[in-house]
């Protein structure tokens, strides 16, 4: 059984609001939204940091990024906009090691972040 969070949430060992799903990613809604719109999505794959990206997960990292596509479409964000942030490591603030696309829309953004 896997210790991971975010295998734990598709593999239904934990509850996850999922908003999104196909062969190769899942997405569910942030448990401490940080706009009125905060999704992750993960993929299926269990991979740790952005560090460990091998040619391999190409298909399934261009996967990600449609799904963030159709989610903010879905969402009504595509006209507005939105951001996409991976996080990765002590600097880039990471504290779910297993990579996440974070959507977040809803609200007017500020650069550069914090
Ligand atoms: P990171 O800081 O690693 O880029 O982002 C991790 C994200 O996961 C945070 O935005 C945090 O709120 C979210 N998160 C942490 N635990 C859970 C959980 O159990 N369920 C969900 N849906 N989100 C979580
Ligand atoms: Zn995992």
Known sequence: MSECLFCKIRDGEIPG???????????????????????????????????????DHAQTMGEMFLAAKEIASKEGLSDSGYRTVFNCNEHGQQTVFHIHLHLIGGRQMTWPPG
Not at 27 to 46: C, G, M, R, S, T
Request: charged share 25%; glycine share 0%; aromatic share 8%.
């Open 17 to 55: 609001d999922i908003v999104y799903e196909n062969e190769y990613v899942l997405a569910f809604n942030d448990i401490n939204p940080v706009a009125p719109i905060h999704i992750l999505i993960i993929p299926k794959e269990h991979i740790s940091t952005l560090n460990d990206l091998e040619k």
